[in-house]
Nanobody, 131 residues
């Protein structure tokens, strides 16, 4: 029902920057809460950042402590795109990054840090940060 496609991953040196994009289908995009997660080899999927649906006064953004001050999540509802701007990258940021969306028909409370709170996922994009 909702298709998500990530792009923008690649290889970057420590201290560098990268911008990830998540293109979403659907004319109700502005109503979806969205999240970014990442997963490194041998580790569990980890919460990175999220934002709320867009209301009349805008939307709210949230970040994991590990990326706060370095990453910025935003959305462009006119283009159906969510961005993750990553600055001051570190080797420990290396992972596959996934975009996720929460269904409008979800009946449970939104726990933005939990993968189970999201219903649609992209295929992921690889981010590698060299030392």
């Amino acid at each position: 029902q909702v298709q998500l496609v990530e792009s923008g991953g690649g290889l970057v040196q420590a201290g560098g920057s990268l911008r990830l994009s998540c293109a979403a289908s659907g004319r109700t995009f502005s109503s979806y809460a969205m999240g970014w997660f990442r997963q490194a080899p041998g580790k569990e999927r980890e919460y990175v950042a999220s934002l709320s649906s867009s209301g009349r006064s805008g939307y709210y953004t949230y970040y994991a402590d590990s990326v706060k001050g370095r990453f910025t999540i935003s959305r462009d509802n006119a283009k159906n795109v969510v961005y993750l701007q990553m600055n001051s990258l570190k080797p420990e940021d290396t992972a596959v990054y996934y975009c996720a969306a929460r269904s409008l028909s979800a009946s449970t409370a939104w726990n933005r840090q939990e993968p189970s709170s999201y219903d649609y996922w992209g295929q992921g994009t690889q981010v590698t940060v060299s030392s």
